[in-house]
């Protein structure tokens, strides 16, 4: 308590506002210390993922000082590994949260007071767009304002590298470094605004012009131009950039859901911008069920998750899961490239190592090379960037509603993803299909997976003690059986270590560097991941069960069976 006081109260001098100061001393002034002792126990880390936290006073919060800070570092760094350009160039994007666009202006300042060029969208911009522009004007760096999928409360800061990936080593822990260096009074605020360019409308073209050549068969687009397709941005940076993409690809039905339209980061219709949350998705659904819509589509507030719905074959909506949604695009590219003559031999898939195991299935049976990575867009960008130009990308994914059909970004891209999902939906409606029929033909042809990711929330300090704590027991004791089935091999990625638990025998994971993920894979198949969130205070459990569908028929029966499979390990792994 007296480090976190002495914190507090350095913060209710002259060096910080008077919002600041006010609400500091409300904290030190209050009976119940929590609030002050979340507020300031820590430092919110600059990551290798950047920043992401709830706003408000304090060290462990998101406000102008932490992100302040964070910009500075990232200026200290780049103007020393670019020391030999006459220019340095970054973009600057943000969501629609609270705060966002206070933070990006003020990091625009900030760039610029530091001698380097800034490229500031006019207003809010999705954040494959911000990927884009990196790319596309030549830039050295590039941030965007943005906590993704949290509840309202967050915000957050991802800073991005030339290539138009978040940052990866050796940068990210050198730029971690740089960022705890500066104190609040080296931070340098007062900028050139003639070093700062606003990107608008002109961009904006220049961007769905590159979306739309995700299209890979524009003769099903034009059969099926009316299809219906109903599209939520949930309050977010999709609300003009996805319908104005969709329509520019030869979509002309577009069904929007009007309250969710409204840009705000209250997100007055959802407890949490989420679409994965049923709840997040329900409004859209029910507009499917009043418009009989052929697809449901929604992005996250920054618009880098693709959330899908479609109808079962007793007409009731429900939302395909990321994993799913993965084995549709590969599966759709893959037949779609083989059909037109498209293959040249050295395309390869990317997925991360919680993302189902059937895409390798698919990848091995049509004779594609496929790459595994940590979770997270910026290992599957690193993998582009290690295979250019000799091999050819065309696609990858991950089980958190993340897929990236191109690689003129180098992050999830869910606006590229709503042009290619709207088109898989015309090809199997040209077939007579729904997303659920090619779903169960995909299964019929390489085998039945179910997952499920599960979560337990531990908040607050005490909460990142119990998470560590966690993971530190199932290493140590890692669990002898797993759903009826015995373990076989434990691969612990924090020591790149792959053990067979039945014979001894270790063997090293191909991983450039270490992460915090423990995986469990039993006899019958199943795979268990184990891993803290590195954006919430979470710990997740992704599993899978393997199982085989004989028949179309007997979809509903095995996807029983594996789903109470599923619920058996989660109780294995948490009693």
């Not at 350095?10 to 119940?32: C, G, H, I, P």
């Not at 220019?87 to 001698?115: L, M, P, T």
């Not at 690193?382 to 509603?401: L, M, Q, T, W």
């Not at 530190?472 to 067979?500: C, H, M, Q, W």
Request: proline share 3%; glycine share 6%; charged share 30%.
């Amino acid at each position: 308590m007296d480090n976190v006081k002495a914190k507090a109260n350095y913060w209710r001098s002259d060096v910080f506002d008077e919002e600041t100061r006010s609400e500091v001393k409300k904290m030190l002034d209050a009976n119940d210390s929590s609030n002050l002792i979340n507020s300031f126990y820590k430092d919110l880390e600059f990551g290798t993922g950047g920043l992401r936290g709830i706003m408000g006073a304090g060290t462990n919060r998101m406000n102008i000082y932490t992100v302040g800070a964070a910009t500075q570092g990232l200026c200290n760094y780049l103007n020393k590994e670019f020391a030999d350009l006459e220019e340095i160039k970054v973009a600057i994007a943000h969501d629609c949260r609270n705060n966002s666009r206070k933070f990006s202006e003020a990091s625009a300042q900030i760039f610029s007071a530091n001698g380097i060029k800034v490229f500031l969208f006019e207003d809010l911009r999705p954040t494959p767009e911000l990927s884009f522009a990196i790319r596309e004007l030549g830039c050295q760096s590039g941030i965007i304002l943005t906590a993704s999928h949290n509840p309202k409360e967050y915000n957050g800061y991802k800073a991005y590298w030339d290539d138009g990936s978040q940052i990866v080593a050796p940068h990210d822990q050198l730029i971690v470094e740089e960022v705890k260096k500066v104190t609040i009074d080296k931070i340098k605020w007062d900028g050139n605004d003639k070093d700062i360019t606003i990107l608008g409308e002109e961009f904006d073209r220049k961007f769905i012009e590159k979306v739309t050549s995700v299209v890979i068969n524009p003769d099903i687009v034009k059969k099926q131009s009316d299809l219906k397709i109903v599209f939520t941005p949930i309050h977010g940076t999709g609300v003009k950039i996805v319908p104005a993409a969709l329509d520019a690809a030869g979509f002309k039905n577009i069904i929007h859901v009007p309250e969710q339209d409204v840009v705000s980061g209250d997100f007055p219709t959802v407890v949490s911008p989420n679409p994965e949350e049923p709840a997040a998705m329900e409004m859209a659904m029910e507009r499917a069920r009043q418009t009989d819509a052929d697809i449901v589509m929604a992005n996250d507030p920054d618009g880098d998750r693709i959330g899908v719905c479609t109808k079962n074959d007793k007409g009731e909506w429900f939302i395909v899961n990321g994993n799913q949604t993965a084995l549709l695009f590969l599966y759709y590219i893959i037949t779609q490239y083989k059909a037109m003559g498209k293959m040249k031999g050295n395309e390869y898939v990317v997925k991360t190592i919680v993302t189902t195991e059937l895409i390798v299935e698919i990848a091995r049976r049509n004779n594609i090379e496929y790459f595994d990575c940590y979770t997270g867009f910026k290992f599957i960008a690193e993998v582009i960037r290690d295979n250019e130009p000799a091999k050819k990308y065309i696609g990858g994914g991950e089980e958190s509603f993340g897929f990236l059909p191109a690689d003129f970004v180098r992050d999830k891209d869910a606006v590229s993803s709503c042009v290619l999902m709207a088109e898989i939906a015309a090809w199997a409606k040209d077939q007579g299909k729904s997303l659920y029929d090619l779903l169960k033909s995909i299964y019929l042809e390489y085998g039945f997976s179910k997952e499920k990711m599960k979560y337990i929330v531990r908040e607050g300090q005490q909460g990142a003690v119990e998470i560590s704590e966690m993971m530190k027991k199932f290493r140590s004791n890692p669990p002898e059986n797993l759903g009826g089935s015995n373990l076989e091999t434990v691969k612990d990625y924090s020591t790149l270590i792959a053990k067979n638990v039945r014979t001894g025998d270790e063997e090293k994971i191909n991983q450039k560097v270490t992460s915090d993920v423990l995986q469990f894979f039993t006899k019958d198949g199943s795979k268990i991941s184990v891993r803290p969130s590195g954006t919430e205070p979470k710990i997740k459990f992704y599993i899978e069960v393997k199982d085989e569908l004989k028949s179309v028929d007997e979809y509903d029966e095995v996807n029983a069976r594996t789903e109470e499979k599923v619920n058996s390990i989660m109780d294995d792994l948490v009693k």
